[in-house]
């Protein structure tokens, strides 16, 4: 995919740009490529995309959720609606039109990799923790039970083993994400991260995986307000 993560010429923009002419960089990078994905997808199988990506296919419509709510590919338009039969965003639309091209069946994983991990990852981490976990970190740091219940409205469930407050959440059928807090103290500053199951490369490229991250991210701390 053309994109910021095809810049290979060693020069680290990251640290020059703010997060968000970051996260338009990976939006427009995504976006670019939307009609050549579509055109991909029309010449595949979509019973067999269902299959890979968890999602039904019945008289020309696929189902899945996305973020908990109802979406409907429609076939082969590629056309995406939500429950009430309105078109849903752009951006919205071109999360799941690359997941549904990304999906390959892959099992999921059950073991969980940070952001550095992920193909390409490693070179924009920083990035990526400055407006995920430093976000959440900053925001329920020192009110962690806020964190809880922000989590759990979000439809998040709880990972007793991860950190001293981890909830997974799944924004679409086979991509899995986890939100992690350590509470700060007199001694240590609060500290949080984004974490993907180790499958999630299957199921979506690494920009989208970032965007997904950062809307976790956000939907936590819009849930606070």
């Not at 900053?138 to 962690?144: C, H, L, R, V």
Request: aromatic fraction near 10%; charged fraction near 25%; charge should be negative.
């Amino acid at each position: 995919m053309a994109g910021l993560l095809d810049q290979s010429d060693g020069n680290d923009r990251v640290k020059t740009g703010s997060p968000e002419r970051t996260t338009r960089t990976w939006e427009e990078s995504m976006l670019n490529a939307l009609d050549r994905l579509r055109e991909d997808l029309r010449e595949k199988d979509p019973r067999i995309i269902a299959t890979h990506c968890g999602a039904t296919f019945k008289e020309n419509q696929m189902s899945l959720t996305y973020w908990g709510e109802g979406r409907s590919i429609h076939w082969p338009e590629l056309e995406i609606t939500n429950a009430h039969g309105d078109p849903i965003s752009t951006f919205d639309a071109a999360m799941i039109i690359y997941y549904l091209h990304s999906s390959d069946g892959t099992p999921m994983a059950d073991r969980w990799i940070g952001f550095r991990e992920l193909p390409s990852g490693a070179f924009y981490n920083q990035a990526f923790q400055g407006y995920s976990g430093n976000r959440l970190a900053k925001t329920f740091g020192e009110i962690p039970d806020k964190f809880v219940e922000a989590a759990q409205a979000l439809g998040g469930w709880k990972l007793p083993v991860l950190a001293d407050y981890a909830y997974a959440f799944q924004p679409l059928p086979r991509i899995r994400l986890a939100a992690t807090l350590w509470p700060g103290d007199e001694d240590f500053p609060a500290k949080a991260s984004i974490l993907f199951d180790a499958s999630a490369s299957h199921y979506m490229v690494t920009d989208g995986l970032a965007l997904l991250g950062s809307g976790l991210t956000g939907r936590l701390i819009k849930k606070l307000i």
